[in-house]
């Protein structure tokens, strides 16, 4: 029977990804705030059926996500506090984007990317996903928040799980809206930074610097890491950026890093690093690898993989530093050969 009803929970796991979706577009968690509400007044303030948003009140009661503290009324549960818009651990652009329909209809057709080894995102689109995103404004705002949401707790481990004090000048290739860069430099007074990313991806970096205090030490840079790195600095970073791509176009990335990094300096790659024989004690990692193989055609990868794709790129890895607190990220250190 336990078999069975894991078995059962994980084929609902679509219609819970619906329900928590729906909170989050309706805005639920922001209209409760620390209040409790009675499902008639959150419908009148959502614009929404009183029967059929008490239905979905109580089904995210079951979930966890809201508690029902008497017949009708709710407050947010602790699963639910992240759906707020208004909290410094709020995930709800992330629910937000993989709750998309964009994103979904991909994974209608994963049978199709299992048998081909190819995202269907494109066949449907006709275009890779960021093209998708270039494409949709709002979409890709969400995007580049949900990123921000996801990258802050592994960005405030890396600091201290790696001595950046040990080098002169950081560039976070790939660094988005300079969450991680702002983390390392708050962390490590003495060392400059720059923050490379596409144009849309670094408009929102001097507001993320500033707010860190850390501005004055970081120049942003906009350009494209397929056609090249800026030089400049003595050690390169790469989070989660290989995950998003299959090797070939792996191997352009770490090739243009090549030509950037100087002798002495080194190449830190920070990714949830699979082990060898699977940990089904978290099964992140592994769903992460499928939507990566649906919507983007990129995977995660193992040690050895990552070793290989930088060998074939003249680097050569000295060393896998873990996390300070355990998670399935690891530092990988690579220096030029």
């Known amino acids: 029977m336990a078999a069975h009803q894991r078995l059962m929970n994980m084929m609902f796991g679509t219609i819970c990804s619906q329900v928590v979706g729906t909170a989050a577009r309706l805005g639920l968690a922001d209209q409760l705030g620390d209040d409790e509400l009675g499902y008639r007044e959150l419908a009148a303030r959502t614009g929404t059926h009183p029967g059929a948003l008490a239905r979905l009140l109580r089904a995210l009661a079951a979930l966890g996500i809201l508690v029902e503290t008497a017949p009708g009324t709710f407050r947010l549960g602790?699963?639910?506090?992240?759906l707020r818009t208004d909290v410094p651990d709020?995930?709800?652009?992330a629910v937000l984007l993989f709750t998309d329909p964009a994103l979904l209809d991909s994974w209608k057709?994963?049978?199709?990317?299992?048998?081909?080894?190819e995202p269907t995102f494109e066949g449907l689109y006709g275009t890779d996903f960021f093209g998708f995103l270039a494409t949709q404004p709002e979409l890709s705002e969400r995007f580049n928040a949900t990123m921000r949401q996801v990258s802050l707790p592994i960005a405030?481990?890396?600091?201290?799980?790696?001595?950046?004090?040990?080098?002169r000048t950081?560039?976070?290739?790939?660094?988005?809206?300079?969450?991680?860069?702002?983390?390392?430099?708050?962390?490590?007074?003495?060392?400059?930074?720059?923050?490379?990313?596409?144009p849309s991806g670094v408009a929102e970096a001097e507001t993320t610097l500033t707010a860190a205090g850390a501005a004055d030490r970081c120049r942003i840079e906009?350009?494209?890491?397929?056609?090249?790195?800026?030089?400049?600095?003595?050690?390169?970073?790469?989070?989660?950026?290989?995950?998003?791509?299959?090797?070939?176009?792996?191997?352009?990335?770490?090739?243009?890093?090549?030509?950037?990094?100087?002798?002495?300096?080194?190449?830190?790659i920070v990714e949830s690093v699979l082990p060898e024989v699977i940990d089904t004690a978290d099964p992140a990692p592994y769903l992460t690898d499928i939507s990566m193989l649906v919507n983007m055609g990129g995977q995660e990868r193992t040690r050895d993989e990552y070793e290989t794709l930088c060998r074939?790129?003249?680097?050569?890895?000295?060393?896998?530093?873990?996390?300070?607190?355990?998670?399935?990220?690891?530092?990988?250190?690579?220096m030029p050969v």
């Not at 602790?78 to 992240?82: C, F, K, L, N, S």
């Not at 057709?109 to 080894?117: D, F």
């Open 312 to 334: 074939e790129a003249g680097f050569a890895v000295i060393a896998v530093h873990p996390t300070v607190f355990p998670t399935s990220y690891s530092l990988i250190e690579a």
């Open 78 to 82: 602790e699963a639910g506090r992240p």
């Open 170 to 198: 950081v560039l976070d290739i790939g660094g988005g809206d300079g969450t991680l860069l702002a983390q390392i430099l708050k962390g490590a007074r003495s060392v400059q930074g720059i923050v490379f990313d596409s």
């Open 109 to 117: 057709l994963t049978e199709q990317a299992v048998r081909t080894g």
């Open 156 to 167: 405030q481990l890396v600091p201290v799980s790696y001595d950046f004090t040990r080098h």
């Open 222 to 268: 906009a350009g494209d890491f397929f056609a090249a790195v800026p030089d400049g600095a003595d050690l390169y970073v790469l989070k989660n950026i290989l995950h998003d791509w299959d090797d070939e176009r792996c191997g352009t990335i770490l090739a243009n890093c090549r030509k950037a990094v100087p002798a002495d300096g080194r190449l830190l």
């Open 90 to 93: 709020s995930q709800a652009a």
